[in-house]
């Protein structure tokens, strides 16, 4: 009798993605729309000549983008990193793009071993719109007052219940999260605002955003925010900020988990 065939040893895999979600329904797979996770699936698929699902650190809503989505796939196909990035690449489509690949072991997991994630939202604060930046930055034509948004933003650091910010649809079971870092800054007629946090709620930055927005323009004083927070009611709660203005910017691990 043969030797029976040894059966290929499967790996893991992790890719840094970034993507333009102007045409996607979030990253999430879904039946009947287009979704960034299904996209590099099929491309992920095509180089490995068999089925690969991938998983990632962040479920970004609809019409969200990444210059730093985290995913991870198993894979019984042997190719070098540097194959896995060119061909699949080869297959994505120009608004999807993998940066980097980087085997990993099987205790790695895209969304569970994060310790942070970082999103930025762009605001266009000026008079006029913009015809380049439309899926790239919230318009906003008033005036708004950084000083008043930093100081609500503040309010907002550190570890607390933010049910009064996710969105009705959110499944998470606690609303309680670690907000390390939030900062408004402009660069001209952009106002960035930068969150950083253990995880999130959903709609939970563009929640945040809304209310900063409110209190900039002068609508709620700064304590206002402090008043949604303890109300633990959603119904208290700003406007939801555009989605085109939000990007998933960075997933931070340990270093012995993802060496970089």
Known sequence: MGRKALKPL???LAIGIEYDGTAYNGWQSQPHAPSIQDTLNEALSAVADGPVECAGAGRTDSGVHATGQVAHFDTEATRSNRSWLLGINS???DDVSVLWVQTVGDDFHARFSARSRSYRYIILNREVRSALQRHRAWWFRH???LDNMQAGADLLSGQH????FRAASCQSKS???TITDLRVTRAEDYIHIDCTADAFLHHMVRNIVGSLVRVGQGDEPVAWIQQILDSRD???MGLTAPAAGLTLT???YPAEILPR
């Open 91 to 93: 297959n994505l489509p």
């Open 161 to 164: 219940d933010f049910t009064s």
């Open 10 to 12: 499967q790996q893991r």
């Open 175 to 177: 609303a309680v999260r």
């Open 250 to 252: 960075a997933v931070d």
């Open 234 to 236: 959603r119904k208290h």
């Open 143 to 145: 005036e708004l007052d």
